[in-house]
């Protein structure tokens, strides 16, 4: 019989994740929560998995608060850890949404309590009254926090391009260009006020605040082009169709938001203590 904490870690450690932003940080809280678990009297257990959401959620959220303390001091634009993925992420739309960079982004502009609520509630299906007893408040407080969390997300979450195919369209004109340094091909392909954020964490060179405009965009992107031994190859990035660049030894990875066929925003993480995934294939699960 497998033991529900070998079953249900992939689980965990997306719910981390998603509270997280960090997949160092939600490797850790995951192996945290196995210490809980082989503590416990697990044939008291009723339901291993509510028990053990229950566990990984009051980790990930004592993590969260000393984390957003360290973020406040973060150099430039702080974005979350990029996680390679399969494309079968992408086939469940729901969870390729809300683990993509784009919506990570947006979370971060929660509170603690506000982002855990929303990620088990919204994301994982979890009863009120389960998330009332990990987070030690009453279900008509979390209700809530849910429905104020839930509006400001909607208020700040990016409209995506659902069909894969325009997706992939859009990345692979991207690509093209980005790889040729191509500038009128980029500007071709990025929508007119498209916006790049960057995040180099002061470790390596990046823009500190977000860059602007087809054509500023483009004549960055193709600058990078030309530096030596740049390549550009595709891949999954957060269940999403994005772009890894590598340059001499440098890597960074890009997630792309589409809209209409084209892209409307570039997340841009080139720190280098933030791509230790993307060379493993992160296991992501409902």
């Given at each position: 019989m497998t033991d529900p904490f070998v079953s249900h870690r992939s689980l965990l450690f997306t719910v981390a994740y998603e509270m997280l932003?960090?997949?160092?940080?939600?490797?850790?809280?995951?192996?945290?929560?196995?210490?809980?678990?082989?503590?416990v009297d697990q044939a008291e257990v009723r339901d291993p998995r509510a028990y053990l959401v229950r566990v990984v959620t009051r980790q990930a959220l004592n993590r969260l608060r000393s984390v957003s303390r360290r973020r406040e001091d973060y150099i430039g634009e702080w974005l979350p850890e990029p996680l390679l993925t399969t494309p079968?992420?992408?086939?469940?739309?729901?969870?390729?949404?809300?683990?993509?960079?784009?919506?990570?982004?947006?979370?971060?502009t929660l509170g603690p309590a506000e982002r855990a609520v929303f990620v088990l509630h919204d994301v994982f299906?979890?009863?009120?009254?389960?998330?009332a007893e990990a987070l030690g408040k009453s279900t008509s407080a979390v209700r809530q926090i849910a429905h104020g969390a839930r509006e400001h997300v909607a208020a700040r979450r990016p409209r995506m391009q659902v069909d894969r195919a325009q997706q992939e369209a859009a990345v692979e004109r991207f690509l093209a260009a980005v790889s040729n340094g191509d500038v009128q091909g980029l500007v071709d392909v990025l929508a007119p006020d498209v916006v790049v954020i960057s995040d180099?964490?002061?470790?390596?060179?990046?823009?500190?605040?977000?860059?602007?405009?087809?054509?500023?965009?483009?004549?960055?992107?193709?600058?990078?082009?030309?530096l030596t031994g740049f390549t550009a190859s595709a891949t999954w990035v957060n269940g999403m169709p994005g772009v890894r660049l590598d340059v001499s030894g440098s890597a960074a990875a890009l997630s792309l938001v589409v809209e209409?066929?084209?892209?409307?925003?570039?997340?841009?993480?080139?720190?280098?203590?933030?791509?230790?995934?993307?060379?493993?294939?992160?296991?992501?699960?409902?």
């Open positions: 932003g960090s997949a160092a940080d939600a490797e850790d809280v995951v192996q945290e929560t196995w210490l809980r678990w082989a503590d079968d992420v992408a086939e469940d739309v729901e969870l390729a949404e809300n683990v993509s960079i784009a919506m990570l982004t947006v979370l971060e299906d979890v009863p009120y009254g389960e998330i180099g964490g002061g470790v390596v060179p990046a823009a500190r605040k977000p860059v602007v405009g087809a054509e500023r965009v483009a004549a960055l992107l193709a600058r990078a082009a030309e209409d066929g084209r892209i409307t925003r570039i997340y841009g993480i080139n720190n280098p203590h933030k791509l230790g995934w993307l060379d493993r294939v992160a296991e992501l699960r409902r």
